[in-house]
């Protein structure tokens, strides 16, 4: 059972450049969820996906797009990246959106 | 809006001795409440959850919380700490049913735990 699965671990880009986080869960959770996190700063959410079919933002989303492609694959695409966006991302899912959230690895993300 | 606060950034502790990690909310109802482990390098992972009910909540690893809805505190306890707890440590608290807030789960920005041997 691997849980939440994400692609790549590490990455970098230069100033422009797209890319696209993949994240997959093999829970049957409705619920996911892309967090990005900074030192200080805890984790801050980007997009969440409350069940297949549906997206919103949640605190941080400039930058940033979701889609939802079916219940076990939530993917965060960086269209233009910035140096601002050097972070490490995680993805996480959950059974509802207020249950606990179970994260993957994380992909660390560097923006040069 | 739901927000959490972990006052202490770092924490040293000695080996074998008792621990208590902090964390306040602000949330309009009663709420869900979290505490994660993040290990370096590594994903958060689940050590306990408050719902309902006792107050008092036990997780993995030896780890317990007390939810005190008087002082909207949701604190860490170990009894004894082992060099492998050494860790950041996140609370975090999630909308109940009909609570209303933001959907997912808002995240305080960590305790760095530090064992001294």
């Known amino acids: 059972n691997a849980g939440v699965t994400q692609t790549p671990k590490f990455q970098v880009l230069k100033t422009g450049q797209s890319m696209t986080l993949q994240c997959a869960q093999d829970m049957n959770h409705n619920s996911m969820y892309w967090y990005r996190q900074d030192p200080g700063m805890g984790l801050r959410l980007i997009y969440y996906s409350a069940s297949e079919g549906t997206t919103d933002k949640g605190e941080v989303p400039n930058g940033y797009n979701v889609s939802r492609l079916n219940k076990r694959e939530f993917s965060l695409r960086l269209e233009s990246a910035a140096p601002s966006q050097t972070s490490v991302y995680f993805c996480a899912s959950s059974e509802r959106v207020n249950t606990e959230a179970f994260f993957g690895q994380g992909t660390r993300l560097t923006v040069v | 809006a739901q927000s959490v606060t972990q006052p202490d950034i770092h924490i040293t502790v000695s080996e074998g001795a008792s621990l208590e990690l902090r964390c306040n909310y602000s949330y309009g109802a009663t709420p869900y409440l979290f505490w994660y482990v993040q290990s370096p390098g590594q994903g958060l992972q689940l050590l306990l959850k408050y719902f309902s009910g006792d107050t008092l909540v036990q997780g993995i690893k030896g780890f317990e919380a007390e939810f005190k809805r008087s002082q909207s505190s949701f604190n860490l306890r170990k009894p004894s700490v082992h060099w492998s707890d050494a860790a950041e440590y996140f609370c975090?608290?999630?909308?109940?049913w009909g609570g209303g807030g933001a959907d997912g789960l808002t995240f305080g920005k960590g305790t760095h735990l530090i064992i001294q041997p």
């Open positions: 975090a608290v999630g909308p109940s």
